[in-house]
């Protein structure tokens, strides 16, 4: 099941954690603007990053900037979160470890260690965008959620409930939260702006 035992490097879809990150931080508001060129240069690498607009999208509210799908834009939240911060988003965001789904055979993701992290901004710009590291569909799904459900971590499942032969429940399965990643506030912002992606952003397809 490549859910659960396959990785991927998760790109875009990523951005809404750097977001939801960023907002719990204090480091962004509704009201912060950026100006994208292009592309945007990151102390320690040689080339500039590039935005899927090579023109740039100019000057952007956070909003728009989500709804841009803009690289510079979360390059930008990334590094203002700074890489212990961000590393600890990661984890909170139980990327690092198990979901406990009930299914065999579940991975983990492919990260680079904190040491490392601590002392690569470039690692830290790539990840803000969600490359050049790995995470299982379902981890990441979960992470996603966490987002937009009011901050919370769940734990996935198939089977909710055991019953035996003469249906009294033998097994149910928890629901509760594993943790609060990120207010109820900040997951409030992050809808708002996850929504503007499919009403007027770059995911207009996935609108419903």
């Not at 719990?24 to 990053?49: A, L, Y």
Request: hydrophobic share 35%.
């Amino acid at each position: 099941n490549k859910c659960i035992d396959s990785t991927y490097e998760p790109g875009s879809t990523f951005k809404p954690l750097t977001l939801a990150a960023a907002l719990e931080e204090g480091v962004v508001n509704m009201n912060t603007t950026f100006n994208c060129t292009g592309s945007i240069k990151v102390q320690g690498w040689s080339k500039p990053i590039g935005c899927s607009r090579r023109s740039g999208h100019g000057t952007q509210t956070l909003e728009v900037a989500t709804g841009n799908s803009c690289n510079p834009a979360f390059i930008t939240m990334g590094l203002k979160i700074g890489t212990d911060r961000y590393y600890d988003y990661l984890e909170s965001f139980g990327l690092m470890e198990p979901t406990g789904v009930d299914m065999i055979g579940e991975v983990t993701g492919i990260f680079s260690s904190r040491e490392r992290f601590n002392t690569n901004v470039v690692s830290l710009a790539s990840y803000a965008f969600g490359q050049t590291f790995n995470v299982t569909p379902l981890a990441l799904i979960r992470a996603q959620a966490a987002t937009i459900n009011g901050g919370y971590l769940c734990e996935p499942y198939l089977v909710e409930q055991v019953l035996d032969d003469q249906g009294n429940v033998v097994m149910q399965h928890d629901a509760s939260p594993v943790r609060q990643v990120i207010s109820e506030e900040t997951s409030d912002k992050v809808r708002q702006c996850l929504e503007y992606v499919v009403a007027k952003g770059t995911g207009k397809n996935g609108q419903v």
